[in-house]
């Protein structure tokens, strides 16, 4: 994949100044300029090269030729790639590639071949193997082993006692409000920064959203404004135990029981997230998982609800499968869904299942890489770790703080010319035009704030070392240049 990054970006003749190199360094975001005299390549000029000039005693006037490194590595442009991979190293980033007259027309790095995604899933274990057994026994829709299988080791991984399996977690969502009695003119509480996912499945059973401030510690519904937007017609909260981390739930709890309120826990993004070691999920009358493709686990599209009754659980599965009867063959008891999940997704679940530990431990293990690069610069606040939680992780993210040198859409296009995919955090709720007459009484200054200054970091448990280099010599490179500038 191509950077979009043409070769006279990199490029500056050697009469231009230090000061100069620095304009195109910042808006290059590579670290380095390339010095051509008439046209010929004659040297490289890297912010390194600039930084230790200045101190030096070098002034911003001084001509880049003065500072520029005169041994330096470039190959003709026709070099194999396969050899000019070979050249690049972590000394040795970006290599200019020249015709026979030594004129630069190109140039090689990392991220001009290669782009680290936000999230992809890693399928290399029994997934082929299980998804196989169901083609050549014939079990590929609804009516096979590994969905049984599949509710049973999720259920048990999570220390959950009725699990449903669904098509995907949006549905899961709604079945958990259906089936725990959620109808229209009841009002559920939901935190401004979540998916839109959570808000909908409350807008399709007829109920009124009531959306809520999140806390600016955790990311997650403000447990003041909880309490603010409690009215006679609220029936239920919504925790969203967002990017990962776990919402206070003892005083959710406490709330809930005080009101006469439910619980349905949206945990989609929070697999292996544990609040004061219990599992997320296992706390309230329902809760919902998602297993989209860049979930912790995946079946691609697929979701489960848990349930704290058996009463629930019974009616979900009837929900779950148009209505029908268990009993009675055809005959609909009322009026249901097919969310059903299929044997294909559950196969990929089961696979899945047996590398969890192995996934969430990954990814609390990237989460430390990228804290220890963050600090580093001291201009992020880094994603939430409450003493008494466990974050999953599942899409590490941080919090751009105002007026450090570079705003956050600027920081992801940087990124982006380093080969490195990010990800703005969700839009508030609020904000957007399906959901903002519904009646609130919060002000959203910390889900703004979230909002406009987070940013989300490439979370794949299978992201590579050479990904995690380039990673941290990009916030170096675009850093070091903010500083300079």
């Not at 009675?328 to 590398?355: P, S």
């Amino acid at each position: 994949m191509q950077n979009s990054l043409d070769i006279n970006e990199l490029l500056i003749h050697s009469d231009k100044t230090i000061k100069d190199a620095l304009a195109v360094i910042e808006k290059n975001a590579q670290g380095v300029c390339f010095v051509t005299e008439k046209g010929l390549l004659i040297g490289v000029v890297t912010d390194g090269d600039i930084r230790r000039s200045l101190i030096n005693g070098k002034g911003l006037d001084t001509l880049v030729s003065d500072v520029m490194q005169k041994q330096f590595t470039s190959l003709p442009v026709n070099t194999p790639q396969a050899e000019v991979q070979k050249k690049l190293s972590s000394s040795i980033r970006h290599i200019p590639l020249v015709d026979e007259n030594n004129i630069p027309v190109d140039y090689a790095c990392f991220s001009r071949t290669h782009r680290t995604p936000i999230m992809q899933p890693l399928l290399n274990g029994n997934e082929l193997a299980y998804v196989s057994d169901c083609i050549n026994t014939g079990w590929i829709s609804s009516q096979g082993a590994y969905v049984k299988r599949f509710e049973k080791e999720f259920a048990e991984y999570c220390g959950a006692q009725y699990a449903v399996a669904v098509s995907n977690g949006t549905v899961a969502l709604h079945l958990a409000l259906v089936a725990l009695g959620i109808k229209e003119g009841d009002e559920v509480l939901v935190p401004d920064l979540t998916f839109a996912a959570s808000i909908n499945a409350i807008i399709y059973t007829g109920a009124i959203p009531v959306i809520v401030d999140v806390d600016k510690t955790t990311w997650t519904i403000s447990l003041e404004d909880i309490e603010k937007n409690i009215t006679s017609k609220t029936r239920a909260i919504m925790p969203v135990h967002l990017y990962g981390h776990p919402c206070h739930m003892d005083e959710i709890m406490a709330i809930a029981k005080k009101h006469n309120l439910l619980i349905i826990e949206d945990a989609a993004e929070a697999i292996g997230a544990k609040y004061k070691g219990q599992h997320v999920g296992t706390f309230g009358e329902a809760a919902t998982f998602s297993f989209f493709g860049n979930k912790t686990i995946t079946t691609g599209e697929g979701g489960m609800v848990f349930f704290k009754t058996k009463e629930a659980y019974e009616t979900a599965l009837v929900l779950r499968d148009h209505g029908m009867s268990k009993t009675k063959k055809y005959w609909h008891d009322m009026v249901g869904f097919n969310y059903r999940m299929t044997n294909l997704q559950a196969a990929i679940g089961c696979a899945q299942m047996e590398r969890i530990n192995e996934f969430v431990t990954e990814k609390r293990k990237l989460a430390a890489f990228y804290n220890s690069i963050l600090a580093e610069t001291g201009v992020f606040e880094l994603p939430p770790q409450a003493e008494w939680a466990v974050n999953g992780y599942w899409l590490y993210t941080a919090v751009l703080k105002e007026n450090c040198g570079i705003t956050r859409d600027e920081l992801m296009d940087k990124m982006l010319k380093n080969g490195v995919e990010t990800r703005a955090v969700f839009f508030p709720l609020h904000e957007m035009p399906p959901y903002k007459n519904y009646p609130t009484k919060s002000n959203f200054k910390n889900a703004d704030y979230i909002s406009q200054q987070g940013i989300s970091l490439p979370s794949s448990v299978n992201i590579t070392e050479s990904e995690l280099v380039n990673i941290k010599q990009a916030f170096h490179t675009i850093f070091d240049s903010v500083k300079a500038s």
